[in-house]
């Protein structure tokens, strides 16, 4: 079941990368910012469960998925430095 979620959330994550990167419009919509955080959420679920699963066909995806979820975690936040910075802009 894992495995069966872990290939469309690390698509999600990288077509969130690639919307941050070239479109980031999109990504402050509702549905973007829906699609964001929900993507965050689970990531993080997979990979509680993947750190408590124990077999060794399972380690890429957990690796992947440790890394895809901490770079959109990371996006998130330096969008949030970004508008911090310009919104306090004269």
Same mark, same amino acid.
């Given at each position: 079941m894992v495995r069966v979620i872990?290939?469309?959330?690390v698509v999600v994550h990288l077509l969130i990368a690639y919307f941050w $990167?070239?479109?980031w419009e999109k990504l402050t919509t509702d549905i973007g910012?829906?699609?964001?955080?929900g993507s965050i959420l689970l990531g993080i679920?997979?990979?509680? $469960?993947?750190?408590?699963?124990?077999t060794s066909d399972?380690?890429?995806s957990k690796k992947i998925v440790a890394a895809t979820?901490? %770079?959109? $975690?990371?996006?998130?936040?330096?969008?949030? %430095?970004?508008?911090?910075i310009t919104s306090s802009m004269p």
């Open positions: 872990t290939m469309p959330l $990167i070239f479109d910012l829906i699609s964001w955080i679920v997979v990979f509680i $469960i993947n750190r408590k699963s124990k399972q380690y890429l979820t901490f %770079m959109t $975690i990371l996006l998130g936040v330096f969008a949030l %430095m970004i508008e911090f």
